[in-house]
């Protein structure tokens, strides 16, 4: 099953990627990809989809 990744706004300046077909925020590395400048939310989102980032298959996410 092939996943689809979108950013959305969590707080005032600040964005998350995450799954649409779950709406859980994509974990990398174990690190949620929360909290991110908008510019740092289009480039995790944009090295998701072309394959040089992959995320986690663990829902633990280190804060």
Known sequence: MQRRH???????????VYDIDND????VGGVALT????EEALD???LIMGGFL?????RR???
């Open 24 to 27: 859980e925020v994509v974990l």
């Open 35 to 38: 909290n991110l400048l908008d």
């Open 54 to 58: 992959t995320p986690s298959q663990s």
């Open 61 to 63: 996410a280190k804060r």
């Open 44 to 46: 995790a989102l944009d």
């Open 6 to 16: 979108a950013i959305r706004r969590v707080k005032d300046g600040l964005w998350e």
